[in-house]
């Protein structure tokens, strides 16, 4: 594909307070290639956020960065609750900065995605004591009963998110994500097949999203709006196929919340983003509907896609994921028409390149 096909994908714009010198971002990819005792990331992680940045990559979302110890579900997943954790982060940030990009840290709880002898050995948090299905990744054992979340357990975690955010500043991130997706702690109040509650923290769409609006409301008046974006999906990393019974009301529901509390960026994510959900529309297409702010788009996209979902004005951000772990100069190869080397997990899995 020519560099003059794809001419919107390699497009400078203005997200937020984020200048990007394309309309491209790195998708966040857990690694767990931190230190497994401490949370800290190392000089490879360093080098490898530093090579994208280098390559003209838009914006950088790290992996998953937990916001405590109860916070962890996989061995070897970085932190940002700790001084020394907050310090290396400083040293990947100025690695990107020093090559012109702009990172930002995606801030994770796994909820119940977890097991004690990783969570700190307490039992996992949930809205509800209901057990995730399947198995800890990287780690083979079956995912604990969840401890139901107390209203003081909640107000701690909002502060652990919102301190987490401020920490990710003093790191000389250029802003957070919060990931309220994939089956994980935000989205296991917003599903109805892991939170039961009966208090304001349960019930509809609506009031399952509590505790999400909580989270972003403190984060944006820690950072700002302009500095924050939200990660959201159906799908569950413990129930894949899982998609809400009416997606257009799901998605709209979403936007509300979204709106209510000062959003201005979102980042819906699917697996297959050209695949229909409802009405004869993508999901991102049923998101635009109700959307007129920023979407970052991701879903298995290639160059094809994306140009065309910007040029649609479907997305504004085309996020990609395996292309950027298999290809450190992924961008640099689109543009001068090379091949790109095709994701191989044998590989691509176990090396940071």
Known sequence: MEHTMISKLFEPVTIGSWKLR?????????????????????EDVVEYYRRRAADGIGLIITEGIVISPRAKGNPGVPGLYTQEQIN?????TKAVHREGGTIIAQIWHVGRASHH??????????PSAIRAEGKVSRFGKPFDIPEEMSIDDIKEVVGQ??????????????GVEVHGAHGYLIDQFNSDLSNHRTDRYGGDLAGRLTFMKEVLKEVIDAVGANRTLIRF??????????????????????IEACKEVGMTMIHPSTMEFTKTIADGKTMHQ???????????????????TAEQAIA??????????????????????????????????????????
């Open 312 to 353: 649609e004005g479907t997305i504004d951000i085309a996020a990609f994921g395996r292309p950027l772990l298999a290809n450190p100069d992924f961008l640099h190869r689109l543009e001068k028409g090379e091949k790109i080397i095709s994701y191989d997990p044998k590989t691509h899995l176990k090396e940071l390149i």
């Open 22 to 42: 394309t309309r491209t971002a790195m998708a966040p990819m857990t690694r767990c290639f931190a230190d497994v005792q401490t949370g800290i990331v190392g």
């Open 117 to 126: 002898e990783i969570a700190g050995n307490l039992p996992p948090q949930a």
């Open 161 to 174: 998110y919102t301190q987490a955010a401020i920490n990710a500043i003093e790191a000389g991130f250029d």
């Open 88 to 92: 290396m982060w400083k040293k990947v």
């Open 233 to 254: 999906s159906a799908l569950k990393i413990d129930q894949p196929d899982y998609m809400w019974d009416d997606p257009e009301e799901a998605i709209q529901t979403f």
């Open 286 to 304: 049923l998101v635009r509907k109700y959307w007129d702010g920023v979407i970052v788009g991701v879903g298995d996209l290639n160059a094809e």
